[in-house]
């Protein structure tokens, strides 16, 4: 993966002779490099277990173990690290295999110091190149993280990309992501197993506790080699942990959980760029943690929030109406009259196709079309014989008043034109404003036809009620002045079917 920042790079040097040992020491500690130096293949070996090394360098002809038996060994160890052979003129053809089976390159004895630089520096190119190549696929594996939280409100969704993402750069072997409260993932695996531990996945164990604990304190764990095994329990001889990295997903300071991720195996340590793809990815994980929880609380407040506006509203409503309905509970002439009125002008809304919202609006408008009588006295209204020219004035006053009375209401105000508008006429003779016909809103039409034809039908302190048959008549006689002929015309069919229905 990702090339390493380090400035000093570790070369290990094997040669069975002590003076090249030296030279190479000298020479390349000079130019800037760590060096160590070995005397045989067998030592080499033990040195990469120990130890990380970006470059080995290695004589060709030694005893016990040759170069090329030496790099076959690293191949099968999957140590990651560049590998150069010294040899002599007659092994050139040896030196060219062992490039087939890995090396970077050879020098050839003898040589000048300035080529083994040379060598060394053209062959740490082409690893970052190889490197390069690796990098390319962490920013496509990024993208699809970022993609996924994009697109995406379902966690599970994200956070399977996310661990995925790690998986499929096929550097660790185990991955797991630990969020011990995240109850809302039901079903969702934590962990990862590449292809060579699979096997064994039962057999691997972490201490997550301890992870946890250190975590509270540090912001990342880092445990190459032995050290690594302090964290987690393999009971098996087959797999040893080669590293190991830790990070904790935190919000606010606030520890979730953590992402780590396990390397069995000695081709893989955990550079830098490993471990900066890994915050990232944790990174992301808190992020979505918390955008998630944000967008649910808001949903919750919303929800809280309708139920609340909906009990406010209904609460208003019923208020209303039980201001509409005390109007009338006084006056046994008049009880009972508004429900009438929204009874007629629904079954008049309905009779002619009108839709749901303005069948709903107008029964409720008929119920409260003289709820501007709550401010006019009772007696005075309901007295024998006729008003007066002052008490006609005031009684006048009650579609003004219901509309002062919803105005302030949004969302009653929809019913005002039914309130204000059921005394207008149609021939303009009306009040309060002296509409006609189709100026006069819908609303106010219908239930000025209603609201006539339950009063002609009703006793009054006055008058006896009329039967219907002479209202009906009275309806027809005044269609196309008092009221929309249209109107009147649906209501004598509403009254008919009723008739046919007896
Ligand atoms: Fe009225």
Do not use: W
């Not at 062959?123 to 490197?131: G, N, V």
């Not at 209303?320 to 007629?344: M, W």
């Not at 219908?446 to 048959?469: C, G």
Request: proline share 3%; hydrophobic share 40%; net charge neutral.
């Amino acid at each position: 993966m990702v090339s390493d920042f380090k400035t000093t790079k570790k070369i290990l040097v094997v040669d069975d002779e002590a003076v090249i040992r030296d030279v190479m020491e000298d020479y390349l500690s000079s130019e800037g490099y760590e060096v160590i130096s070995v005397g045989n293949g067998n030592e080499a070996l033990l040195e990469l277990e120990e130890e990380r090394y970006d470059a080995l360098i290695s004589d060709l002809m030694m005893p016990e173990m040759s170069g090329l038996e030496l790099i076959e060994q690293i191949n099968e160890k999957e140590f990651q690290l560049v590998t150069i052979i010294m040899t002599g003129y007659g092994t050139i053809e040896t030196a060219v295999k062992a490039m087939k089976i890995g090396a970077y390159d050879y020098i050839l004895k003898p040589f000048k110091m300035e080529e083994v630089l040379q060598v060394l520096k053209r062959s740490f190119e082409i690893k970052a190149l190889k490197e390069e190549n690796i990098n390319l696929r962490e920013t496509v594996n990024l993208f699809k993280v970022s993609e996924a939280i994009a697109n995406s409100t379902d966690i599970k969704t994200i956070l399977t990309t996310i661990v995925n993402a790690l998986h499929e750069e096929k550097g660790a072997d185990y991955i797991y992501l630990y969020l011990p409260n995240l109850s809302l993932v039901p079903d969702f695996e934590f962990e990862r197993y590449s292809d060579k531990v699979k096997p064994y996945r039962d057999k691997i164990a972490l201490d997550v506790k301890k992870i946890e604990k250190i975590l509270l304190k540090k912001n990342s764990i880092l445990a190459p080699g032995r050290r690594s095994s302090q964290y987690l329990q393999v009971k098996t001889d087959k797999l040893k942990a080669v590293s190991l990295y830790a990070i904790p997903i935190k919000i606010n300071n606030l520890n979730l959980g953590f992402l780590s991720m396990i390397s069995f195996s000695n081709r893989v340590t955990f550079t830098e760029g490993y471990r900066r793809f890994l915050s990232i990815l944790a990174t992301k994980t808190a992020a979505t943690i918390e955008n998630l929880r944000l967008i649910g609380e808001l949903k919750d407040a919303n929800r809280d929030l309708t139920e609340a506006n909906k009990t406010i509203k209904e609460n208003l409503r019923q208020t209303i109406l039980g201001f509409a309905r005390a109007i009338e509970q006084n006056d046994p002439y008049t009880r009972g009259h508004s429900d009438r009125v929204a009874k007629y002008a629904k079954e008049i809304a309905v009779h002619m196709t009108f839709n749901k919202d303005f069948i709903e609006e107008i029964e409720f408008a008929g119920q409260l079309h003289d709820i501007g009588k709550i401010g006019i006295s009772h007696q005075k209204l309901n007295k024998a014989g006729k008003l007066n020219a002052p008490e006609i004035k005031m009684f006048r006053k009650h579609p003004e008043m219901g509309k002062k009375i919803l105005e302030p209401i949004p969302f009653m105000r929809h019913l005002i034109p039914g309130v204000y508008c059921h005394h207008e006429k149609y021939d303009g003779t009306g009040y309060p404003q002296g509409l006609a016909e189709e100026g006069i809103p819908l609303m106010g039409r219908i239930i000025a036809v209603a609201d006539t034809f339950d009063a002609m039908t009703s006793d009054r302190s006055y008058r006896k009620a009329l039967s219907a048959q002479v209202a009906v008549e009275e309806l027809k006689r005044n269609s196309g002045t008092q009221f929309d002929p249209e109107i009147v015309k649906a209501f004598l069919e509403v009254l008919d079917g009723k008739k046919e229905n007896k």
